[in-house]
């Protein structure tokens, strides 16, 4: 096993594929290898990097709750990077993991080649129901183990789709959940997914982001839509993608449209042909140019 060492807390990281370096960052309740349908189309191309991030073995599962943050995630993602030399990529998250990757964007945007933001942003219209939500299942898992609340979890209402498309999928995606660990899925959920921001309240660094960026996200994925949409909105370089009858496991529900949109995004960057918006004024009506445009 591959180990970089951030701050003193050992990751494990997979590199598989030779090209262009694609670093992918995994949501909370999944790992490294829940990237695996996008390792395996990915490879072919470019150097792909997964790694699991603090609290998920066989990185390391520090037991300290100050370890956790969204500082420290964006902190493990850079660590990783500069392990291995990587001075730019295309860096693509999901849920949790999209998180990390926007953070990254607006600290280091110069190391990244594109962005790729899918499921972000739940919590965003309600914060404080978050925070107390999350604080108590982070006290849940404490208790009752994740053996116990994992299943659960699993059965949230934006992962129902991926059980009704794909049982099988589903189900081993929630036995390895079932089999996370403990302190570390408690301590992440607390310190990580509790603390974190709104994506409403980063509105200024946004707006600055020259970045190019695929936001992507399920149209049964409730809490991500409108923050979704905020991103696409505030980020002149970015586009937004929405798979229709699918949920918060996007790459796992849909991996094939996943693959073939990421890939064209990835494309069209490559080819310098992935503009940004101009800035305009609002538009305040759908079928009139503003006055002036037309002439008289």
């Known amino acids: 096993m591959a180990f970089a060492t951030v701050d003193g807390v050992r990751l494990h990281y997979e590199v598989t594929g030779e090209g262009f370096p694609l ?12 990237w695996r349908p996008q390792v395996a189309f990915f490879a072919r191309r470019y150097r792909v990097v997964t790694y699991n991030a603090r609290g ?22 850079l660590g990783v990077m500069r392990h291995l030399g990587i ?27 594109s962005l790729v933001v899918a499921g972000c942003g739940t919590g965003s219209d309600d914060p404080a129901r978050f925070r107390r939500d999350a604080e108590e299942l982070g006290r849940r898992i404490e208790r009752d183990g994740m053996e116990r609340v994992g299943p659960v979890y699993a059965k949230g209402s ?20 079932a089999r996370h660990s403990t302190t570390g899925s408690a ?5 990580v997914q509790a603390r974190r921001p709104s994506v409403y309240d980063l509105e200024a660094q946004l707006q600055r982001l020259t970045v190019p960026m695929l936001v992507a996200v399920g149209d049964e ?32 529900e849909e991996p094939a449209a996943f ?38």
């Open 221 to 252: 994925d409730e809490p991500c839509l409108r923050p979704g949409l905020f991103l696409k909105d505030r980020v002149r370089s970015a586009g937004l993608l929405v798979l229709p009858a699918t949920g918060h496991a996007i790459n796992l």
């Open 259 to 296: 693959n073939r949109a990421v890939s064209d995004f990835l494309t069209l960057v490559e080819a310098g042909r992935w503009a940004a918006r101009q800035a305009s004024p609002r538009q305040t009506s759908a079928l009139l140019p503003e006055q002036g445009l037309l002439g008289t």
């Open 187 to 191: 301590l992440t959920m607390r310190g």
């Open 158 to 177: 934006t992962r129902l789709p991926f059980l009704r498309k794909d049982p099988r999928g589903w189900q081993e995606f929630a036995d390895a959940l």
């Open 56 to 77: 998920y073995p066989p990185s390391d599962v520090p037991e300290a709750p100050t370890a956790y943050s969204q500082d420290a995630a964006v902190g493990d993602l």
């Open 87 to 113: 001075e730019q990529a295309h860096v693509c998250g999901l849920s949790m993991g999209g998180y990390a990757v926007l953070h990254f964007g607006l600290r280091h945007p110069e190391m990244a080649r």
């Open 23 to 34: 670093v992918l960052v995994h949501e909370y309740a999944g790992d490294g290898r829940g």
